[in-house]
């Protein structure tokens, strides 16, 4: 998986990595990890990242992120957690820019697009690649480092909860902990802090809730103006399908909002029954079997009768 690795990031020296848009936890961690990596063995690298969420304003160095490439070509660009092109926070004229690419990604229905890949569809986070990646490189993971892989890891698998965790995991959570990571700290700027516009939005999301197929489906649907309104921006209005899938009975939650440019995104989750990837990639979508998205192809009533047809059929109602 990661041949040729090492040799290539040693020819390079100007380096870019950059994720996905709207970053989450493990698109954070994962590309910020290896920003500094790079940046310990010397390396000219900048990490692209336009906008997050105030959530994870804590992490440190976080400031040093760019939105742009900011020179007429570089020698490498590391992709992570993005399984399509389409899905970076970057411009095309930026991508085709760099000299080389290295894709690292473990989500379904990825469509390859480096001169290497290191893909894993069974691993719970692209964090843990990152991991790997910056072990097989040659880089002493510090402090920074770890604080970013740990909540690279912590956010995609739900807080250690989700069935993708694996014994991999954890062991290297352990030897984050070893390197000193204040994991109480993450989880309690994470999990356990919310501003007060956002407590508001998961009480509209739950009194917008509908329920189908005897409580086992549960959709609910937030328009951009209700966003706008409550003085969020689109990072921050993510996060509510969780709320949804709490609910006893629950096998899929859907939580659809509205995009500042009038598209709907769909993120779905699932209580272990049915693969909701296979819905998300039906859709022009990814994911993972409990958690994935995609932005609706058609208008929202027909999107939906869409979405709800396909999952009565994976329910058997």
């Given at each position: ?10 020819n390079?020296?100007t ?26 063995l010397?390396?000219e ?19 040093e ?16 957690d993005?399984?399509?092109i ?52 040659g880089?002493?993971?510090d ?30 959570v ?8 204040n994991f ?18 998961i ?110 059929v994976?329910?058997?109602?």
């Open positions: 998986m990661f041949e040729g690795v090492k040799d290539l990031v040693d390079s020296n380096v870019f990595v950059v994720s996905h848009q709207n970053p989450d936890g493990d698109a954070i961690g994962s590309s910020f990890s290896i920003y500094l990596g790079l940046k310990q010397g390396k690298v900048k990490v692209i990242m336009p906008k997050c969420s105030d959530t994870f304003k804590f992490l440190p160095r976080i400031d992120a760019i939105s742009s490439v900011e020179c007429e070509n570089y020698d490498l660009l590391i992709c992570t993005a399984s399509g389409d899905r970076l926070s970057i411009s095309n004229e930026d991508f085709y820019k760099a000299k080389k690419i290295i894709m690292i990604d473990h989500h379904k229905k990825i469509l390859p697009y480096g001169d290497i890949n290191i893909i894993d569809e069974e691993l719970p986070a692209a964090s843990e690649l990152a991991y790997s990646f910056l072990k097989e490189i880089v002493n993971i402090i920074d480092m770890a604080t970013y892989l740990y909540t690279g890891l912590l956010t995609d698998t739900g807080s250690f909860n989700y069935s993708s965790t694996k014994s991999s995991t954890l062991r290297i352990a030897e984050l902990i070893d390197i000193g990571v109480s700290d993450i989880c309690k700027k994470i999990n356990d802090t919310i501003k007060e516009a956002k407590l508001k939005l009480a509209k999301t739950i009194e917008n809730m509908e329920v189908y197929f005897n409580g086992k489906l549960r959709y609910s649907y937030i328009d951009y103006n209700t966003i706008n309104s409550l003085g969020l921006d689109e990072e921050d209005a993510e996060g509510m399908t969780n709320y949804l899938r709490m609910v006893e009975g629950t096998e899929v939650a859907v939580y659809v909002r509205q995009k500042s440019d009038g598209s709907n995104k769909a993120s779905l989750r699932s209580g272990g029954i049915v693969d909701v990837s296979k819905i998300a990639i039906a859709f022009g979508g990814g994911g993972h079997e409990r958690a994935s998205g995609y932005t609706m192809p058609k208008d929202l009533e027909t999107s939906k009768k869409e979405l709800l047809d396909m999952v009565r994976m329910l058997k109602c």
